[in-house]
């Protein structure tokens, strides 16, 4: 089974960004587990200190997934600070880290009529810049998403099955 660490950008309890994780992990089993960090847990990225448990957690849960899927809102038409922040504890040391050479699938999520696409488009800049290998596919981004969740499931069947077939894909590639 292909086990993937989700990374939500989003801490609030009501975030549609983790609504969609919890749908698109429900609906992947049993092919892959999805399982999701816990990057509230991390302190404020500091190189004169290690950052403890969490981030040995954090970087140990990256290096035994087979493939990240990064599922973030846009937050002033970028990526939320505090996934900003466990990309940087993770990334160490530069250009080797446990995000060289790892599968990483981007989704993106917003209020607004764009689903994320700026925010996409910087996570990928990022990730590029870890020499993480971004899936090659059509972006899932998810627009209007605080209409389509009802009492804290996604709802939107057409972007689930959108997504569920990109992701699908994504496995594919890892298996291959």
């Known amino acids: 089974m292909t086990k993937l660490l989700g990374l939500c950008g989003s801490l609030r309890a009501a975030s549609a960004s983790a ?14 587990t999805l399982e999701m960090a816990r990057i509230g847990d991390l302190p404020h990225y500091n190189a004169d200190i290690d950052g403890g448990a969490p981030v040995a957690r954090l970087i140990a849960q990256i290096e035994a997934a087979d493939g990240l899927v990064f599922v973030t809102p846009e937050y002033n038409y970028s990526v939320p600070g505090v996934l900003k922040n466990a990309i940087d504890w993770a990334s160490r040391p ?10 990483s699938l981007v989704i993106t999520v917003s209020g607004g009529a764009l689903g994320g696409a700026r925010a996409q488009s910087h996570l ?27 009492d804290g499931r996604f709802s939107d069947a057409a972007t689930l099955d959108f997504a569920l077939a990109e992701i699908e894909s994504f496995i594919g590639a890892l298996r291959a």
């Not at 609504?19 to 892959?32: C, S």
């Not at 990022?126 to 209007?144: K, R």
């Open 124 to 150: 990928k800049y990022i990730l590029n810049g870890m020499l993480a290998d971004t899936h090659v596919g059509q972006e899932i981004l998810v627009p209007h998403a605080n209409h389509k969740v009802e």
């Open 19 to 32: 609504a969609v994780a919890r749908a698109l992990a429900e609906n992947l089993a049993p092919r892959a």
């Open 94 to 103: 530069a250009y080797q880290s446990v995000f060289k050479h790892k599968p």
